[in-house]
């Protein structure tokens, strides 16, 4: 009678905090692998390389399998987000504004970086090289520059809506614009002589000879691909919010929850990792919502609008 008694007891303890034993797990009775999508910019055996950290981590976080899903471009991972083929992605603002505009309710940002000094943005940095005789944006008139993707904010977006601004328009301020299918891929383009400049994402903090505290030049710098001494930086924009990680809304709301406390916690728990698929130093993840890139969705709509003109 005591040991029944016991029992009853632990039980309705158990229950009234919430043990884990009983956390609802109904999420896995509809779901039965978490496929994330990787953004183009290095070659695939990299990318899968550098991320393999954090689907091993969440394997056992989540105890269900998680494959990757590698995409040439950010229109992949657009298509398979809004196709619905993958669930779960880190994203540009650009890219996310993209799937807002075509459906609001097809996913959801949840996670961004925050960086080193406290702030939650970065930076578009239009570059040359060293020893072009192009120092700023204004000298760019009448020269090529190599955008990074059309769905990139800091490789295109952006830089495109400061020309507007400024009264100018990018297709008559430059003698010829391209995409060169990815961040990498630009500055490879650049440093080959195909085009006189560039625009990727830095952190804009930190050494620039050292490719800033994370971004582009950073991480290539870490992979052997790029001496910054052969690159200048010729203009920088405000600070960017930070792209977020997204996930799709039609998945079960437990499941997205567990999946973001798990990403939330990768830094404390794997910080190598975390460095790995943030490129660089920070302070770890923050939460974030739709409000965070309402003015980056206008912006998009803006230079849409303008293209069509």
Known sequence: MIFRF??????????????PLF????????LK???????????????LKNYECWRVYLEDQLQIP?????ASDVAGIIHGLLGKTIDYASVGPSAYAAMYID??????????????????????????????????????????????DPNTTSG???PSYELHQRGLKPSEFFSRTGFAGGHEQAVIAVLNGQYDAGATWVSGQGDVKEGYTRGVFRNMIKKGLLDMSRL?????????????????????????????????????????????????????????????????????????NQRRK
């Open 6 to 19: 016991s029992i009853i007891f632990l039980i309705i303890l158990l229950v009234q905090f919430n043990f």
């Open 23 to 30: 956390a609802n797990n109904e999420w896995r009775n509809e």
């Open 33 to 47: 692998e978490l496929k994330i999508g990787l953004s183009g910019g290095e070659n695939e055996a990299d990318r």
């Open 66 to 70: 998680v494959k990757f899903y590698p």
């Open 103 to 148: 459906d609001p309710e097809a996913v959801e940002p949840v996670l961004t970086v925050k960086e080193s000094d406290g702030s939650e943005g970065y930076k578009s940095a239009m570059y040359v090289r060293s020893d072009s005789d192009i120092y700023s944006l204004e000298d760019m008139q009448g020269n090529s520059i190599a955008w990074s």
């Open 156 to 158: 295109y977006l952006v």
């Open 232 to 304: 200048r930086v010729i203009w920088l924009s405000g600070f960017i919010m930070n792209g977020p990680h997204v996930v799709r809304k039609d998945l079960p709301n437990d499941f997205k929850e567990e999946l973001t406390k798990h990403n939330f916690d990768l830094q404390k728990k794997d910080n190598k990792c975390f460095k790995e698929i943030t490129f660089g130093e920070s302070q770890g993840f923050i939460k974030v919502s739709h409000k965070n890139y309402e003015n980056v969705v206008e912006i998009r709509k803006f230079i849409r």
